[in-house]
């Protein structure tokens, strides 16, 4: 028999499934913290093995009792996300917009990003997402991901690979009209490779992905989107090809017609074959006369951002190749092989030159820009001369540069944000890019300001003195605790450029400021080296092998495997953050205005965005008033040096300026007046605005929006 009890709970049950489930498959959470509580409540165990509120729904529905125990929570959780997806834009008449990328960082639990460029576009999506954008995004579901990082017993890096499990992440299929999976073919030399379209729902924005893992593809096409920059040239071009002609298909066929984009943002080169298909579209349609033509007709529709100045990181293809995958396409767009190959150089006459996606992407897209000031100089000195189409036409901007910033609401630790929510209001949430929503720290409690500071300090250090002891290390020194230490971070790609290894390059005089007793001084490391960079695999091993270092342990940590998570934990714990590239090679850099936006202060290279945000008393700056004729070598050991010397004589005695209480007045004084003029001037909401105020709606005005 069943009692009128059960039965309540039961119904209770079916109608809180439904909003449960909604609240799980949107991402959302990932900048909720409210949201990720209540999935912690209702999954206690799940939760804490995998933070993962898919995992967790999926434990607490078959747990009746406990969905009704929460039942009031989940109501009002559904009930406030409901308010945020259908709440007015905050930006109007803006074209609709499309955004592709080859990653995508959301969360790390959607484990299909490697780094910067990956957290920048999750980043940009989720800020579109606040501001209520018309914006839909496209990029690839990688089986595989980018890489575990496992440090073996000689402190080299070994990677490892775990299979994606599509009914644990908040991913979807998209479904046809008949309800079965939408597949789209691209074309391929002799097959068509087929792909499925799935969905991951970020606020308000659809993030298409595409999957080429199907049992009806050979067996070598379903690892196209196996892994993420894993493969060789041929992999590369094969993911290209999917992600920009198979994305703009993926397109055409999940939304309405009178839902497609009109502006496509090609957020770095890998994207660029969309140009191709669009061009296409046109030829079959008869809206363009020749493949020239129809370039230059797109144009206005395209938008470019260049991500570095590094020569590496812009994928070229050799013309045989090109050739290989390209043959029946390019007689589609009535080019020979000659033809095809010239969008993609530099130079015409130059027929040694590659075929260039940056090349590619500068002949199609009428608006391009770099991601700071300074790599927008530099951006514009690599590819000025380079029009559009082979007319060379001018484009609208010729190399525009548009500053990168984070999604506040994603970095901020919670200990910073209730402080914000008690300060500030809630203006800060909402509208993170406005002056005024900081004012009010000139204000502020310097005591409640280092109450969050321990707070946020006290988690990364319980967090590396773990894993310390896990890897027989013994854990921190007694010395480092929560309420004395300096946590120095330094999180990020070990390729060589970015001198990970230049705090060792004196390593007495380091052991000599961190062995200071009453004053100790703490550096978390964390970071992956490509798998094929072995040079920045040696980087990697040097810092772990100083950490096993009998004169370092305890207070020099490496923390594995550097993600979304790690990340999360060094930019809200640290007190200063380091970043050491040699200038101009970081093109942006986004961990520092992370780790400046919880109350770090920035200890950096005047390259990226440092180069334009650093004032005297903000920080820190590396390189300043070196000797010009200062190369190589001997340049990196004048910095080494300064990089010390900033550390022994304005860092570590600023910091353990204490008053009675133990409270570094002046220093948090510092961190005050850094936060409010760091955290709306490199907030996402800012550069997104940007965009749109620059690339999207004059995009929108010259094509008739
Ligand atoms: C922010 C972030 C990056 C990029 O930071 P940089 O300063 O450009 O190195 C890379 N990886 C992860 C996991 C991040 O969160």
């Not at 965009?691 to 004059?698: G, L």
């Amino acid at each position: 028999m069943v009692t009128e009890g059960a039965l309540r709970v039961r119904k209770k049950r079916d109608d809180l499934i439904p909003l449960l489930e909604a609240l799980a498959y949107n991402l959302r959470w990932s900048w909720d913290p409210s949201t990720l509580d209540l999935f912690q409540r209702l999954a206690p165990e799940p939760w804490a093995r995998t933070h993962n509120p898919i995992a967790a729904m999926q434990s607490a529905i078959n747990e009746p009792d406990r969905l009704a125990e929460h039942a009031e929570s989940i109501l009002e959780r559904h009930t406030n996300l409901e308010h945020y997806l259908t709440r007015q834009p905050y930006v109007r008449d803006v074209p609709r917009i499309a955004y592709f990328c080859a990653e995508f960082a959301i969360s790390e639990t959607l484990p299909i990003y490697s780094g910067g460029l990956g957290v920048l576009a999750g980043d940009h999506l989720k800020a579109a997402s606040d501001l209520g954008l018309p914006l839909v995004a496209v990029g690839l579901l990688y089986r595989y991901g980018y890489f575990r990082q496992v440090i073996d017993d000689t402190g080299y890096q070994r990677e490892a690979y775990d299979r994606l499990d599509t009914d644990t992440v908040a991913v979807r299929p998209v479904l046809d009209a008949h309800g079965g999976p939408t597949l789209i073919e691209v074309p391929f030399p002799a097959r068509n490779v087929r792909a499925r379209v799935w969905v991951a729902q970020v606020g308000r924005i659809p993030l298409y992905l595409l999957d080429t893992d199907l049992a009806e593809n050979r067996e070598d096409d379903r690892w196209i989107t196996g892994h993420l920059y894993g493969g060789d040239q041929d992999t590369r071009i094969r993911q290209e090809i999917v992600l920009g002609i198979g994305g703009l298909r993926a397109l055409r066929a999940v939304l309405p017609a009178n839902a497609q984009p009109e502006v496509m943002h090609m957020n770095e080169g890998h994207s660029a074959f969309l140009s191709l298909e669009l061009a296409r579209e046109q030829l079959v349609a008869g809206t363009a006369p020749n493949f020239d033509a129809a370039l230059l007709q797109s144009a206005p529709h395209l938008a470019f951002t260049t991500h570095t100045p590094v020569a590496a990181g812009h994928d070229a293809f050799p013309s045989d190749l090109v050739e290989a995958y390209f043959n029946g396409y390019r007689q589609q767009l009535g080019l020979t092989h000659e033809d095809f190959m010239l969008y993609g150089r530099r130079e015409p006459a130059a027929t040694w030159e590659r075929f260039s996606m940056t090349v590619l992407a500068l002949r199609s897209a009428a608006r391009r820009n770099g991601v700071s000031q300074l790599h927008g100089t530099v951006s514009k000195e690599m590819w000025g001369g380079v029009g559009l189409s082979l007319q060379d036409a001018p484009p609208a901007a010729e190399m525009d540069a548009i500053t990168n910033g984070v999604h506040t609401a994603t970095w901020v630790g919670p200990e910073m944000g209730a402080l914000y929510d008690r300060q500030l209001g809630e203006d800060w949430r909402t509208h993170p890019d406005r002056a005024a929503s900081w004012t009010q720290l000139a204000e502020v409690d310097t005591e409640a300001v280092w109450a969050a500071r321990t707070a946020q300090r006290a988690r990364l250090l319980e967090r590396v003195d773990a894993m310390s002891r896990f890897e027989g290390l013994g854990g921190l020194h007694p010395d480092v605790t929560p309420e004395k230490a300096l946590v120095l971070g330094f999180a990020r790609r070990f390729a060589t450029y970015k001198r990970a290894g230049l705090v060792l390059t004196d390593p007495d005089r380091l052991v000599r400021l961190m062995d200071g007793g009453n004053r100790p001084l703490v550096i978390v490391f964390a970071g992956k080296a490509h798998p094929r960079d072995d040079p920045g695999k040696l980087l990697v091993q040097r810092i772990v092998q100083a950490s096993r270092d009998e004169r370092f342990r305890g207070r020099l940590v490496f923390l594995d495997n550097y993600d979304v998570e790690i990340a999360r934990f060094m930019v809200q714990g640290s007190d200063v953050w380091m970043n050491t590239p040699r200038r101009p090679q970081e093109a942006s850099g986004t961990s520092g205005m992370k780790a400046t936006l919880n109350g770090a202060l920035h200890l950096s290279e005047l390259d990226g965005w440092w180069d334009e945000a650093y004032a005297p008393g903000m920080g820190w700056a590396l390189g300043e008033g070196l000797a010009e004729d200062l190369v190589g070598d001997a340049h990196d050991a004048a910095e080494a040096r300064q990089l010390m010397d900033l550390l022994e004589f304005d860092i570590l005695p600023q910091f353990f300026d204490r008053d009675a209480a133990g409270i570094p007045r002046a220093w948090l004084e510092t961190v005050a007046r850094s936060i409010q003029t760091m955290a709306p001037r490199f907030s996402a909401q800012r550069m997104v605005n940007e965009y749109v105020a620059r690339f999207y709606k004059p995009a929108g005005a010259a094509i008739g929006h």
